[in-house]
């Protein structure tokens, strides 16, 4: 529109001029060489404007030939431009596909028509890299340090070639490098932190971490957790050695994170040893109110040292009140009561746990339960054998690794904060060696003494032995024999071999040891299959086993989960 209003403002100026010549005639006479040249000034003044265009016409002229090698070289110029962009794109696309040796074609022809140009530079790195020649691609990554607007990404390029190659003080240093260059770098200040980590330098970490979350790199609530992370394995360090450093560490990790397993428990502890309980109280129970650990359980029963049972008990069932139901509280709980010797609290606390499937933890501490109520060992050894099979309790677990302890970093993947508290997953062994692999050759079906008390046909054995009299039939080995006859201890004793010994009858005064048969039986059955391994034996649920004695050195506590 206003182009328009433009133009129209020229011609009605043109016209304007027009009349206003036209108005005013007058005569021009022109003079030279001998000629005169007579003319009105309308005719003059549009010679004039003819001449000028004639003018620019001529001069256009002599600059278009002049300018025909600029122009011809220009052209040529963008010809390879182009030519050299389209190479590019296509080399990207084959680094897209998998494509090494189109890559590296096109490579090839975006060098010769684009030269040096960033993207080229980027496009032979990657094929390089896409092709395994580590070399060229460094070579490009070190031509890319030459140019400001490259130096940046060729930085970058050298950083992960030095790890791949294992060399992490080259890394670290082309990390360095690309920080003070642009601060802004997620990569290098990622990079530094986990270098940092690694090295356990905690101070230096924690300095990373801020400045990532001061330039909007990461998450202001992960930023916290880290910087807790960082403080509570600084804290854990420094115990022995500066407790009061470690305290105040432990103290700011739980106030940026209240959740904090390690850094609760261990800033509790570190209170009820100064003799602050009551706050050592508040921090813990606060913790609790997060999440349940048996940590932290511990360090709350522990708050006062030299408490009786009964203390510890009754601070057991304030924290359980605080998360009711919660198997962590439950089993605190159940684990001071048999300590306090109150065993129908134990059981009435246990019962839930039992009826939803008893876990490991759970199975232990009934077997601490039942030998410090009854001493019967036979219902030990039932509870110690479904702890074999019973489902895992929660561990700290990172990256396929089970750890008895937290850590702050993990020793797979380097990665900070990577352990978290939850159950392991099935593929990750947490029992003994070969536990499980002997657990499986046993028949689940019925108890192990029952099945092996059955009638069992030995195997043939080869020997050399005198002809048998006809009268009797010939009688079987002694050492196969000899357990059948003392596993059948219920059933009517079977008629003696001649070779083995007098077998007492049934009124006998004597009484059967079934502890002294056993034993032999479950060597006997599991012969050849079992023997590397020594495992409690598994009784029916309705068979608890022979109630014996405990031996003189098994003392009460032995299964305790709380000290």
Not at 2 to 28: H, Q, S
């Amino acid at each position: 529109m206003v182009r328009v209003l433009l133009y129209l403002a020229v011609f009605a100026a043109l016209a304007v001029g027009a009349v206003w010549l036209a108005d005013r005639p007058g005569e021009v006479s022109v003079v030279w060489q001998g000629w005169r040249i007579d003319t009105s000034v309308a005719i003059a003044a549009i010679g004039v404007v003819v001449l000028a265009m004639l003018a620019m016409l001529a001069w256009g002229l002599v600059r278009f030939v002049f300018g025909l090698p600029t122009a011809f070289s220009f052209a040529s110029r963008a010809r390879r431009r182009a030519r050299g962009f389209e190479a590019v794109s296509r080399g990207m696309v084959a680094i897209g596909a998998g494509d090494p040796i189109a890559a590296g074609r096109h490579a090839v022809d975006a060098r010769r028509f684009a030269g040096d140009e960033p993207l080229t530079l980027l496009l032979e790195a990657q094929a390089a890299q896409l092709s395994g020649d580590r070399g060229r691609a460094e070579a490009a990554f070190k031509t890319m340090l030459d140019k400001p607007e490259t130096r940046v990404l060729g930085l970058r390029g050298l950083f992960v070639e030095a790890k791949r190659r294992g060399d992490m003080a080259a890394a670290r240093a082309f990390a360095d490098d690309a920080v003070r260059r642009s601060p802004s770098l997620a990569w290098a200040n990622d990079a530094l932190l986990d270098f940092h980590t690694s090295a356990g330098d905690w101070q230096a970490a924690r300095t990373a971490v801020e400045r990532r979350a001061a330039l909007r790199l990461a998450d202001k609530a992960d930023a916290r957790r880290q910087r807790a992370v960082l403080l509570a394995a600084e804290a854990l360090e420094a115990r022995g050695s500066e407790p009061e450093k470690a305290l105040a560490a432990a103290l700011e990790a739980t106030k940026l994170a209240p959740g904090l397993t390690p850094a609760a428990a261990l800033a509790g502890r570190m209170l009820a040893e100064r003799g602050d309980v009551r706050k050592a109280v508040k921090l813990l129970e606060a913790a609790w109110k997060e999440v349940s650990h048996p940590d932290i359980a511990a360090a709350y029963l522990d708050v006062r040292p030299g408490d009786s049972a009964q203390d510890r008990l009754a601070r057991a069932t304030t924290l359980a009140k605080l998360r009711p139901s919660d198997p962590e509280g439950v089993l605190a709980l159940a684990g001071a009561a048999i300590h306090a010797c109150d065993f129908q609290k134990a059981r009435e606390a246990l019962k839930p746990l039992l009826a939803g499937g008893a876990s490991v933890r759970v199975c232990l501490l009934m077997a601490e339960l039942e030998e410090a109520e009854h001493g019967a060992a036979g219902r030990v050894r039932e509870w110690l054998s479904r702890a074999t099979r019973a489902p895992r309790d929660a561990a700290w677990v990172a990256d396929g690794l089970v750890s008895d302890s937290w850590m702050p970093v993990s020793p797979i993947s380097g990665r900070l904060d990577a352990f978290v508290w939850t159950v392991p997953p099935a593929t990750l062994g947490s029992h003994a060696p070969g536990l499980d692999d002997v657990l499986a050759d046993i028949d689940d079906s019925t108890p192990l003494i029952e099945a092996r008390a059955e009638p069992v046909e030995p195997e043939p054995i080869v020997t050399v032995a005198p002809p048998p009299p006809p009268p009797s039939p010939p009688a079987p080995a002694p050492v196969v024999e000899q357990p059948k006859q003392e596993v059948q201890a219920p059933a009517p004793p079977p008629e003696p071999a001649p070779v083995a010994p007098p077998v007492p009858a049934p009124a006998a005064e004597a009484k059967p040891e079934p502890k002294k048969a056993a034993e032999p039986v479950a060597a006997a059955a599991l012969d050849g299959r079992l023997k590397p391994v020594i495992f409690p034996v598994a009784h029916a649920p309705d068979d608890p086993g022979p109630d014996e004695a405990p031996p003189a050195d098994d003392k009460k506590g032995k299964f305790r989960l709380f000290g």
